[in-house]
């Protein structure tokens, strides 16, 4: 098995003071909370609980095309309000660690009319970046592991674990 990094009580500690903390940066109003599909399934799910006041949910799914990982092109696919001009959305991932995903698909969402972008990861990978790309809202920074759990897979193995832990 693999050795736990964050217990699920810490996460669950943190996903409550993240959501209170996006609410306050968000005002009164609707947010579209968005989550990337499939990582951020879990956390979604928990931040969405932990967000006081008003929400709809959209997703999108990022896949990198194959074969060209390493140019890090990013193919997304939304699923939620058909537009989203005058809309105030929350961008919802598990980690950010190259940036490729994060840049791509806030670039969807951009271009599908937003008034605002908040972006939001429970966990950020600073070291691995290949791209400028910042979160509004971070969880915890983490060190160059590969971690699964919480949505976290390898292999597509380990998403249902309750706490992160390092492979
Ligand atoms: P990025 O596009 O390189 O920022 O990568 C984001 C995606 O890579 C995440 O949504 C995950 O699917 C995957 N990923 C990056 N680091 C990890 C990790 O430590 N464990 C599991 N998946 C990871
Ligand atoms: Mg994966």
């Known amino acids: 098995m693999p050795e736990i990094y964050l217990s699920a009580g810490a996460i669950d500690a943190r996903v409550r003071e993240l959501g209170a903390e996006i609410r306050t940066r968000g005002g009164d109003g609707t947010l579209v909370l968005t989550g990337v599909l499939k990582g951020a399934a879990i956390f979604f799910a928990d931040l969405a609980r ?3 006041g008003p929400s709809e949910f959209a997703f ?5 095309y194959e074969g060209t990982e ?5 193919q997304v696919e939304f699923s939620g309000p058909e537009a989203l001009g005058g809309r105030d959305v929350v961008l919802v991932d598990t980690i950010l660690d190259t940036g490729h995903t ?3 698909v ?7 009319g937003a008034r605002s972008v908040t972006t ?3 966990l950020d990978k600073p070291s691995r970046r290949e791209v400028d790309v910042a979160a509004d809202l971070v969880g915890f920074e983490v060190p160059d592991l590969f971690l699964v ?10 998403r249902g674990l309750r706490d992160l832990a390092v492979l």
């Not at 390493?70 to 990013?74: A, F, I, K, L, R």
């Not at 806030?106 to 599908?112: H, K, P």
């Not at 759990?149 to 193995?157: A, F, P, S």
């Open 60 to 64: 999108l799914r990022a896949r990198s």
């Open 50 to 52: 932990a967000l006081p």
């Open 102 to 104: 994060m840049k791509a």
């Open 106 to 112: 806030r670039e969807v969402v951009d271009t599908l």
């Open 149 to 158: 759990g919480y949505g976290l897979d390898h292999d597509g193995r380990y």
């Open 120 to 122: 939001c990861v429970l």
């Open 70 to 74: 390493s140019t890090g092109e990013v």
